[in-house]
């Protein structure tokens, strides 16, 4: 087989908080990430050349830019492959929306492609090359819920119960580098120490995006009528959890009519994990 497709699932950060910034602007976090069973969907094409082709769904982001294109030319230039790849993005989730997609992009892609032409690179290898493009792409890498330290790259698993949840996307945007570059980010939380309870935990780049953006206080407002609300990474998109199903789905079909967002299932293993290994390609890669 010469061709198949995975999903880039998207992440929540359930809190996050902000530990210091670093000399190099980067900031020390810790978050908690959890997958989504909901996300992009990329298909992955050997191809004759060392041309890397991406279709689909590309919008305005130029090809050099696209996070998939990045990722596939550095597994290509770091293992001197001379194998290519037509890949199709059919793009689900929200940009620039706290959920990860363009990071998990780039990871799914590394997975594949990694499998696709025989790297046999480990997951470490290439969650080392992944946060070259973004501190998100480990965690997609490595594939489980987890306690992330570090700028988002030191990765404690762990195993949360399902839950169900409403996303939903308010149509102003956040700029990541707005926020951690802002004043009046609160930097200064504590580390956790032992026993710590994640529900108490919120995010420290809420009080600021909420500032910021006026459609994301209206957002969190909204969804307190349903359940405690919270704001995932730098925003914009906003959440809340629930034990069914059919809780979540109550809260989408009241959503006020230009108002976007999605249900979806958590999940501690990473969907795009669970395809791969389902996957069996002439002299295998396997994974430890
Ligand atoms: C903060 C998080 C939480 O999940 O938010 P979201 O972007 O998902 O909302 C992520 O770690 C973001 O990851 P990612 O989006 O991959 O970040 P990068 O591309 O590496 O960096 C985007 C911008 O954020 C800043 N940045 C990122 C991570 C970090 N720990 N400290 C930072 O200061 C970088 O300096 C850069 O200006
Ligand atoms: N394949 C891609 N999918 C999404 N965004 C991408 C991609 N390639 C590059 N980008 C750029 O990365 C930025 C952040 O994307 P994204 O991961 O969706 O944000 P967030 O981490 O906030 O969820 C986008 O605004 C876009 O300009």
Do not use: G, I, T
């Given at each position: 087989m010469t061709s198949f497709s995975l999903l880039a699932p998207a992440k929540l950060n359930l809190f996050l908080h902000i530990n210091g910034r670093r000399d190099d602007g980067y900031h020390e976090l810790e978050t908690l990430f959890t997958f989504l069973n909901y996300g992009d969907q990329l298909t992955f094409t050997l191809s004759e050349t060392t041309e890397i082709e991406i279709t689909g769904d590309t919008f305005d982001i130029p090809l050099q830019d696209n996070l998939i294109y990045k990722a596939a030319v550095l597994l290509q230039k770091h293992t001197n492959s001379s194998q290519g790849a037509k890949i199709n993005l059919t793009k689900i989730l929200p940009m620039g929306g706290g959920v990860g997609g363009g990071s998990s992009d780039a990871a799914s892609t590394l997975l594949a492609l990694n499998k696709l032409w025989h790297c046999q690179l480990s997951l470490l290898e290439l969650a080392e090359l992944g946060v070259q493009l973004g501190a998100d792409v480990p965690v997609f890498i490595n594939g489980k819920s987890a306690l992330a330290q570090g700028i988002g790259e030191k990765l404690l698993d762990v195993e949360l119960p399902s839950k169900w949840y409403c996303v939903v996307h308010p149509s102003e945007h956040v700029s990541t580098a707005k926020i951690f570059t802002h004043?009046?980010?609160?930097?200064?939380t504590p580390k956790l120490k032992g026993d710590w309870q994640q529900q108490t935990l919120s995010n420290d780049c809420e009080p600021l995006v909420k500032k910021l953006c006026p459609e994301v206080e209206k957002t969190l407002q909204w969804l307190l009528k349903y359940a405690p609300s919270k704001m995932t990474g730098t925003g914009s998109c906003c959440f809340v959890e629930f034990a069914t199903q059919k809780e979540a789905q109550h809260v989408l079909e009241n959503l006020p009519h230009n108002w976007d967002g999605f249900i979806a299932s958590s999940v501690n293993i990473s969907p795009a994990h669970t395809q791969l290994n389902a996957i069996h390609l002439s002299n295998e890669v396997t994974y430890k």
């Open positions: 004043p009046d980010l609160k930097r200064d």
